[in-house]
């Protein structure tokens, strides 16, 4: 749950940077600040839904896990968290925004 983690991130670990997406037709992936980074909080803060895959192969525009507008996701744990890609929804006319937050737990 995105409370759990943005304690955790807050308390014990260390914020190493952030960085914001217009995510459109084609996949992007994140630019992880250090390879450090162990946790991310990711968030779709516009209106537009998306789809993800974290382990390296571009998503297409519906196919891949959701991340619908104005929600978040948590991704802890993975060995590099530069394998996450994000393409917006297949029939959307806007960009989707993702921002994400790095840390170091």
Do not use: H
């Not at 896990?65 to 959307?92: D, H, V, Y």
């Amino acid at each position: 749950n995105i409370g759990r983690a943005l304690a955790v991130a807050l308390s014990a670990g260390v914020a190493l940077g952030f960085q914001s997406l217009s995510v459109g037709t084609s996949a992007v992936g994140l630019t992880v600040p250090t390879t450090s980074a162990n946790l991310a909080i990711i968030a779709n803060v516009g209106t537009t839904d998306a789809w993800w895959r974290d382990d390296g192969t571009d998503p297409i525009a519906d196919t891949g896990m959701p991340l619908w507008a104005r929600s978040e996701r948590i991704f802890e744990g993975l060995q590099n968290l530069s394998t996450i890609k994000f393409i917006r929804q297949a029939g959307a006319t806007a960009n989707a925004i993702i921002c994400a937050s790095f840390y170091e737990v």
